[in-house]
Every structure is written in structure tokens, then in C-alpha cells.
Nanobody, 117 residues
Framework: VQLVESGGGLVQAGGSLRLSCAAS????????WGWYRQAPGKQRELVAA????????NYSDSVKGRFTISRDNARSTMSLQMNSLKSEDTAVYYC???????????WGKGTLVTVSS
């Protein structure tokens, strides 16, 4: 599975951005999608995830209520709507998928989000 992120950029605090991830290859094997981020000097962390089947979502406490994850299985895409952005949201955001049947996961190359205060 190949993943390509888009939609990153520079935004002022309080603003919004929408990230997208497009998957190609064996997309039928995707069972879960996720967005991770890595800020300078910090470990990569899970931001939000969504199952491929039931669309069950999970968010980190730091983004709950501000970010919304969604996916379109027919188009093999995932999005992250980010509202009320804060400077601490500045990071490289990575798209991740987990595939069946062995749980292998794949990563995109990342897209940079910079929130200016």
C-alpha cells in the first residue's frame, strides 16, 4: 500500500486546515487508518484513528473536540479536519494504515503543519 498526504501548510493560531491521505495498491486490505504527528524533538504520537469497517474513531485527548477524522473506503482516502489550531499542533503529520490479515502497517512521507501564534 502506498500513501500520499496533502494539505499541510502554514496557518495562524485559531485557524483550520484539512489534511488528506490517498492510498493506492492493495487498498482492499486496509482495516484501519490513522493520523500521527511528530513535533521537533518529540516522539511520534497518534492523533486520530478510524476503522475501515465500522468507522469507529479514536482521538488523542489533545485534539478531541477540535479535529475530525473521516475516511472514504470507495475512494481509498482519509481526511483530518483540524479546527482551532494551536501552536502546539505544529508537527509533521503522517498517514498510517493497518492491513489485514497480518497487521502490517504502512506510512506516508508526511506533511508539515505549522501553526503560528
Amino acid at each position: 500500500v502506498q500513501l500520499v498526504e496533502s494539505g499541510g501548510g502554514l496557518v495562524q493560531a485559531g485557524g483550520s486546515l484539512r489534511l488528506s491521505c490517498a492510498a493506492s495498491g492493495n487498498t482492499f486490505s486496509i482495516k484501519a487508518w490513522g493520523w500521527y504527528r511528530q513535533a521537533p524533538g518529540k516522539q511520534r504520537e497518534l492523533v486520530a484513528a478510524i476503522t475501515g469497517g465500522g468507522g469507529i474513531t479514536n482521538y488523542s485527548d489533545s485534539v478531541k473536540g477540535r479535529f475530525t477524522i473521516s475516511r472514504d473506503n470507495a475512494r481509498s482516502t482519509m481526511s483530518l479536519q483540524m479546527n482551532s489550531l494551536k501552536s502546539e499542533d505544529t508537527a509533521v503529520y503522517y498517514c498510517n494504515v493497518e492491513t489485514a490479515p497480518y497487521g502490517m502497517d504502512y506510512w506516508g512521507k508526511g506533511t508539515l503543519v505549522t501553526v503560528s501564534s
